[in-house]
């Protein structure tokens, strides 16, 4: 008998074997189950959920235990945690574990939006140390076989930087990988990502993957960042926004040969229309609601159709649906022959906003120990019960 041997995974994170080394980035709002379905759809590899509050997960907002929940196609199922209390985030990772709601858990220490910020969560954490260590040792304890990973950002500013400390650490606890957002808090996401940081990053850990995050508009941007910066693989946010075909180009460039659907070989306004009428379908089946489905792709519809012949009134009237009808009525009055773009539907998506100053607990960078002050932001900040 012959034996057959299964391709080697182009990525692993711990028992974890993905056909791309790729990631799909939690996005607030955007990587619901209906979202990472359809990316699954055209691609390989890992796809996040939306960032959920661990002391939310903890007492079980009804908000939070809905979007733990993953569709029966999603596999392996990977859930993003965000908490600043080393036991309210090991309690999170326990009930995720024990009731079997993931294959993979990430620990997020990388959001830069100033409510998560100024009460030391998020990018702001990593700069207390100890308060780090104890996250991150409890929260793998906690997590057993299933792998933990952490996602964070190069630091608060370009005067307080944590990633190299942070890596080393992280490593040192235990997690299966690390990915690096290569912007500090204080850019947002403005500007050019520091891709020479992800690399310094690959220099100091060297027991577990690292992922480089940060301007990846195309295939092509993936394969130049892992060649310039050594890291194994790339997480993926605003560049597919409105390109859920993305994962498609990113699984034939950098996965095996049955890592990717059919090839998008020209993406023609009709391919597009498919891709947005699915994804409001998707979207009508996870509310379990009609008009909320509608309602949520509204914000999708300047993505899907950058540079595309569709005139304002009909963008307008798409960003005011309520129907899957009228979804189908607007999309029968396009061009759907008319070709790809080219330039026009390239380049960035989603708000880049502008540098400025982090919002941070008062005495924050004082020092890097956790003092009286920082653990009161900190109390405060474990009162926050809103899901996701």
């Keep these: ?27 607030a709002g955007i990587t619901n189950t209906a979202f990472r ?16 509050t661990s002391r939310a997960l903890v007492e079980r ?21 965000y908490g600043v209390d080393p036991h309210t985030m090991s309690e999170a990772v ?25 009460k030391g969560g998020g990018a702001a954490l990593p700069w207390k140390l100890g308060l780090f260590r104890d996250i991150v040792e409890g929260a793998v304890k906690a ?15 370009s005067d307080h930087l944590t990633y190299l400390d942070a890596g080393r650490i992280a490593q040192d606890a235990g997690v299966a990988a690390m990915a690096l957002h290569a912007r500090t808090a204080s850019e947002f996401y403005s500007g050019t990502a520091d891709w020479s940081a992800i690399a310094a990053l690959k220099e100091a850990v ?46 034939r460039a950098l996965g095996g040969p049955e890592a990717a659907a059919t090839p998008v070989v020209d993406a023609t306004l009709g391919f597009v229309a498919d891709a947005f009428r699915r994804h409001a379908e998707l979207l009508v089946e996870f509310f379990e609601d009609e008009g909320r489905g509608c309602r949520d792709i509204r914000k999708h519809v300047a993505w899907y159709f950058k540079g595309y012949p569709v005139g304002g009134d009909t ?17 029968a009055t396009l061009d759907l022959d008319a070709p790809y773009p080219g330039a026009a ?44």
Aim: negative net charge; glycine residues 10%; charged residues 25%.
């Design 1 to 27: 008998m012959t034996t057959v041997l299964s391709p080697a995974p182009a990525l692993r994170i711990g028992p974890l074997g993905l056909d791309a080394p790729v990631v799909l980035a939690p996005m």
């Design 37 to 52: 379905r359809l990316c699954r759809e055209y691609g390989a590899g890992l796809y996040v959920s939306e960032m959920i």
């Design 61 to 81: 907002n009804d908000t939070t235990m809905r979007l733990i929940r993953h569709h029966e196609s999603e596999t392996p199922r990977s859930i993003q945690l």
């Design 94 to 118: 326990r009930i995720l574990v024990a009731e079997d709601h993931a294959d993979h858990i990430d620990l997020n220490f990388g959001c830069p939006v100033p409510k998560v910020t100024r």
């Design 143 to 157: 997590a057993g076989d299933v792998p933990l990973t952490v996602k964070m950002r190069k630091g608060i500013d």
């Design 206 to 251: 060297t027991d577990v993957p690292v992922l480089g995050n940060g301007d990846i508009w195309s295939a092509d941007d993936a394969v130049r960042m892992m060649a310039e910066t050594g890291c194994d693989g790339v997480v993926v946010g605003r560049g597919c926004l409105g390109r859920p075909w993305l994962f498609g180009d990113l699984a």
């Design 315 to 331: 963008r307008a009237a798409l960003a005011t649906v309520s129907t899957l009808e009228e979804i189908d009525a607007l999309l």
């Design 345 to 388: 539907a390239e380049g960035q998506r989603g708000r880049a906003g502008t540098p400025k100053r982090p919002a941070l607990p008062d005495g924050w960078l004082d020092s890097r120990d956790l003092g009286a002050a920082a653990s009161t932001a900190l109390a405060d900040a474990e009162l926050d019960h809103s899901g996701g």
